[in-house]
């Protein structure tokens, strides 16, 4: 009885009787191999030195590594099917997982086989297949080799007949909760889908969490398939529980002062709606302030009160102070040198400082900052800063000293400044005697953009303006001065971009030879005609000197087009000049480039040549190479 019992569960119970009572360790032996043991049983022990024992081991490596005289062989084909329907099946049919393993007999395949049509149905299911037909044979060809083969016939999909979706609970009417139900992708006459079901399911809870109700949960949740009218009937009862509230934001650090951060940097507050969506919030808000190395939050659901839950943020600081060095090369400057430095956190208020500093053949940079934060210090605060700038080009020189003091806020979805600045320059343009010049300005400026995400946005918009000016009396000469850049991004094709840029500048000046070099305009270079040498383009002396100018026009038409997965080729089209009243000349530059797109920016190359000078005809010694890197933010 016991050795009958044993043989049922292979499923073959008829008339195997005396095989049972003759072989009866064989059989116990097989069917001890349906939990496939992991390893052989251990060898007795022998007395081989090492040596030998490591060259049995080699011998033993190219034993498996090689056909093994009654390991079983196995090829399984399924046909019929392809795609995601065939990685299913395949992953459902054990005698495919099997294939390889040593310990796989033929007693243990025919097995195997015998269940291999009931595992390919089960696993077209989730397609909407409930009719799947299977062809399966099985053979032991001449050399030893089984060979298993499934002709697949899925048959007709099930098509849902019925769709019953049902909120309840305290958020029912949640006009959200509803318009998503209306728009539920699952509808009576689609296809049978388990994963599109699954996922659509999980979105309406997720949305429901995200509007407070933690507990959401279906209810009733129920597929019934009627295979012989080949149709499906979906039940879907949601019940939202309860909405929950933030009781109190418990942040828990003793380096800043707890006014400042409560108040200022978050902007959750106790009494708004307990989700996910707002816990990300909080954390996004206090990272965003630059302040912490670790925001933990935790909801304390045991000590909530008529729904309403205390959260718990556990914060740690940043390290205060942070050093970089850099070397770099720039087709405008060159090669420079660079470094940084930042202090996070001066006192329990928040305040940072910073300061960096560039150096070049051309150009030395040294700025320090200094930040008071107001209200919210991510978009609100006070701003001082001293720069000094010495540069030296072809056709002037100049050193420059710069106070500035900027209120700094975000007004309408604009990075913006007020500003005061006082600015102490000598400079030398062209013909002109070694000047100096004092100005106290005031100022604003305003800088607003949207990119698509990803490394390659081919839709995206930026515009920057800065206005400045001086009366007279407080100024070696009156000005008024206005700036403004714009680009726009727009997409061509499926896999092109058409990038056009622009630059507008005006100024009125009083006493032009008092105007400082640093505020008059220039155009050439990477980010403005390219063909020609940075600042090479505008009004001259009588020697040919390049001046500057109170007006500055560019324009530039460029089309970037993918080619491979990070590279990009493109071709532009660069025109304008600086110049004081008349624009008498308008300089073209063209060209073609190549661009990487890099997880944190685009590194790009281009060749460009002046399309036609002044003076003189374009030649192929002209050619200007630009290089540089850009990150969008």
């Known amino acids: 009885m016991g050795k009958t019992l044993h043989f049922d569960r292979f499923g073959r119970s008829f008339g195997l009787g005396v095989l049972l009572l003759c072989q009866p360790f064989f059989l116990e032996q097989a069917l001890a191999d349906e ?204 019940d939202t529980g309860h909405k929950y509230y933030i009781s109190d934001i418990r942040l828990h650090q003793d380096f800043l002062d707890p006014g400042f951060v409560q108040r200022y940097l978050v902007d959750v507050k106790p009494g708004d709606t307990y989700s996910q969506a707002n816990l990300q919030e909080i954390q996004k808000d206090l990272v965003k302030a630059g302040y912490f190395s670790l925001v933990d939050i935790h909801p304390r659901f045991k000590q909530a009160s008529e729904y309403r839950v205390p959260v718990d943020v556990n914060l740690e600081p940043a390290k205060r102070q942070m050093y970089s060095f850099g070397m770099g090369y720039d087709t405008d400057i060159g090669l420079n040198l660079s470094a940084n430095w930042a202090h ?59 106070l500035e003091a900027g209120y700094y806020l975000l007004w309408h979805e604009w990075i913006t400044e007020l500003y005061t600045e006082l600015k102490y320059e000598q400079f030398t343009v062209g013909l002109s005697p070694s000047t100096e010049s ?54 061509v094709f499926t896999e092109g971009r058409l990038i056009l840029r622009g630059e507008v500048g005006l100024a009125r000046v009083g006493d032009y030879d008092k105007y400082p070099n640093s505020l008059r305009f220039y155009a050439g270079g990477d980010n403005s005609v390219r063909g020609y040498d940075w600042k090479s383009l505008g009004s001259k002396d009588e020697k040919n000197n390049v001046i500057g100018g109170k007006q500055v026009l560019t324009a530039s038409l460029e089309y970037d087009h993918r080619v491979a997965e990070q590279w990009l080729a493109a071709g532009f089209v660069d025109a304008g000049n600086a110049f004081n009243d008349n624009l008498d000349h308008v300089f073209v530059g063209a060209g073609f480039g190549a661009r990487w797109l890099s997880p944190v920016g685009t590194l790009w190359l281009d060749f460009a040549w002046p399309v036609h000078k002044e003076n003189d005809s374009t030649s192929l010694s002209d050619i200007k190479v630009h290089f540089g890197f850009e990150v969008l933010l």
């Open 35 to 238: 939990q496939m043991p992991a390893a052989a049983a251990e060898a007795p022990a022998d007395n081989k030195s090492a040596s030998a024992k490591a060259t049995d081991k080699e011998e033993a490596d190219k034993t498996d590594a090689e056909a093994v005289p009654g390991k079983v062989q196995l090829e399984v084909d399924i046909q019929g099917l392809e795609g995601d329907m065939l990685k299913n099946a395949q992953a459902y049919l054990r005698l495919l997982q099997k294939k390889d393993d040593p310990h796989l007999t033929e007693l243990w395949v025919k097995h195997l086989h015998h269940k291999a049509v009931d595992e390919i149905q089960k696993s077209l299911q989730p397609f909407g297949y409930y009719n799947v037909q299977v062809k399966a044979s099985l053979e032991k060809q001449a050399d030893g080799k089984w060979v298993a083969r499934y002709m697949v016939d899925p048959g007709p999909r099930v098509k849902i007949s019925k769709v019953d979706l049902q909120w309840s609970g305290e958020g029912a009417e949640e006009p959200a909760l509803q318009a998503a139900a209306n728009a539920f992708p699952v509808k009576a006459g689609d296809f049978l889908d388990d994963e599109v079901y699954d996922k659509a399911k999980g979105r309406l809870l997720e949305l429901a969490n995200s509007l407070g109700y933690p507990d959401a949960e279906a209810k009733v949740a129920r597929v019934l398939v009627d295979p012989v009218k080949n149709s499906a009937a979906i039940t879907l009862h949601l």
């Open 344 to 402: 996070r956190r001066i006192n329990k208020y928040g305040h940072k400082a910073d300061a960096r500093l560039k150096l070049s053949i051309v150009q030395l940079l040294l700025q320090g900052n200094y930040w008071i934060p107001i209200r919210d210090p991510r978009t609100t605060k006070l701003g001082f800063s001293v720069r000094l700038e010495s540069e030296i080009l072809d056709d002037s020189e100049r050193d420059t000293l710069d």
């Open 438 to 491: 004092i100005f106290f300005s005031i100022g604003a400026t305003a800088e607003r953009s949207f990119f698509e995400e990803g490394n390659y946005p081919r839709w995206a918009w930026g515009v920057w303006v800065d206005l400045r000016g001086s009366p007279g009396l407080i100024s070696s000469t009156d000005y008024i001065r206005t700036h403004v850049k714009g680009r726009v991004y727009l997409p």
